[in-house]
């Protein structure tokens, strides 16, 4: 191929914010797939946008050599799935599975033809086991003999960029830009390319990409949601997370929760991280989440609350893997338990779709919503059930 292009899978804010930039710096034509016509035309009239930096001073980013095709033109996407150079994807759990078909054939396109080998495909998503979810869609989509496995390079990823919401008005002003944290380091999984790791600058590919996504899930995740959940608990009038956590105490407990969450993971991945490793990585963090610039608020960080309480997501997740060490998570399990008392709003006043289920659950009993939204089986998790509930109770 005489030119670099790499196609993304979803025109939203990692994928512009994160991925494009990474790649459209390193000399990459970037090429997304989206459904929003509108962001599609915008994006072909001005063939760049830009990536506003919030740091200590703001930083504008353009990126060039950008176009884009409209995810439901399907001779299109599977076109440029047919020529790119990689292939990276950010829709969404949710979506994976409408783009999968499309992109199949795609796949089988390539291989098809002779001129392109295999393809790597970067999954820019916030979930675990991410490259078994698609292997197994790719699979039901995919003739029996094609060579998934050796043709196709599933990338799974530890997505650390915070990226806050804009206001209505911001994105009136230039509906392309994208706001940001200065944070550039996309870890990704080493032995899941099929081709040389590209030569971008910002890529952190590591041997065990599992450690790498539990540290994210389970500390940076898990603190994130701490500070929203308990700062909205002891400050139910604040709008951004810096405000909360401008308190000793808020800060004090969300470090608890991800430290102890830190000794499980060290218990498990003893050869990928050290003490020091977390400690500094959990202060950085902390630094992170109070950056005013961003602007980041408790509404974005803590809403959909189904999903953050889920029985593998940031808290459920982890106190999972505690309980038949006999590690204590009672750190965890409190943040977790602040969840129940969370209803921040957007900048119109509106809560979050999936928070209005969640109250609607609650209205069902605890015993219920524990087991719908947690996993937690009344009968057979009885103990840790009896916990969650004393814990929330306390609080009323």
Known sequence: MEKKSILIFGAGKIGRS???????????????????????????????????????????????????????????????????????????????????????????????GSENGPVDIIIAENMRSANEVIYKELKDNLPDDFPLHDYVGLVETSIGKMVPLMTAGEIKKDPLSVFAEPYNQLILDKKGFRNEVPDVMGLAPKENIRAWVDRKAFIHNLGHATAAYYGFFKYPGSTYLYEVLEDTHVIEFTREAMLQSAAVLLKIYPDDFTPRDLSVHIEDLLFRFRNRSLKDTLFRVGQDIPRKLGPDDRFMGIIRLAIPLRMPYDKILEAMSYAFFFKATDENGHRSEQDIVFEKLLSQGIDYTLQ?????????????????????????
Do not use: M, W
């Open 18 to 112: 994160f991925i494009g930039q990474l790649f459209g710096l390193s000399g990459y034509e970037v090429v997304f797939s989206d459904i929003d016509e509108e962001l599609v035309s915008l994006l072909n009239h001005e063939k760049s946008y830009a990536v506003v930096i919030k740091g200590d001073k703001e930083e504008r980013i353009t990126i060039s050599n950008v176009r884009a095709i409209n995810g439901t033109n399907q001779e299109a996407v599977t076109e440029e799935v047919k020529n790119t150079s990689i292939i990276a994807v950010s829709v969404g759990k949710n979506a994976l599975p409408k783009i999968i078909p499309t992109l199949a054939k795609g796949l089988i396109k390539r291989f098809q």
């Open 372 to 396: 719908k939204v947690c996993g937690i089986d009344p009968v057979f998790d009885q103990e840790l059930a009896e916990k969650v509930k004393s814990s929330i109770n306390v609080k009323r």
